[in-house]
Nanobody, 129 residues
Framework: QVQLVESGGGSVQSGGSLIISCSAT????????MGWFRQIPESEREGVAI????????YAASVKGRFTISQDAANKNTLYLRMNNLEPDDSAMYFC??????????????????????WGKGTLVTISS
């Protein structure tokens, strides 16, 4: 079991920046991919960015070049998402999730979020124009 807690969400004006964090506890040695997903009401959850244990990353096309996913250098169980040049369309509940199957790359799970194993409860990000 892995427990995930997100933090750092808030309200930002368009063009601004925000960093959200995810802290993982429990059986954290078992995960191979850890990533960020987002969801707005009445829409499906979509992948934003994902980090594989070997250091590979993958991003959704809509955020590439604006968002950066990273692990804390001192604590690999903490994941960050730095979001720059935020747009109103980035407003959503952001969720952290992990996957403990080593067979597939994070890029696959970015497009198939329903196959992530563990989820946090989310942190809300609101961008005003």
């Amino acid at each position: 079991q892995v427990q995930l807690v997100e933090s750092g969400g808030g309200s930002v004006q368009s063009g601004g920046s925000l960093i959200i964090s995810c802290s993982a506890t429990g059986d954290t040695d078992s995960y191979y991919s850890m990533g960020w997903f987002r969801q707005i009401p009445e829409s499906e959850r979509e992948g934003v960015a994902i980090f594989d244990r070997d250091g590979r990353t993958a991003y959704a096309a809509s955020v590439k070049g604006r968002f950066t996913i990273s692990q804390d250098a001192a604590n690999k169980n903490t994941l960050y998402l730095r979001m720059n040049n935020l747009e109103p369309d980035d407003s959503a509940m952001y969720f952290c999730a992990v996957q403990n199957n080593p067979g597939l790359r994070g890029a696959y799970y970015l497009k198939n979020p329903d196959q992530m194993n563990y989820w946090g409860k989310g942190t809300l990000v609101t961008i005003s124009s």
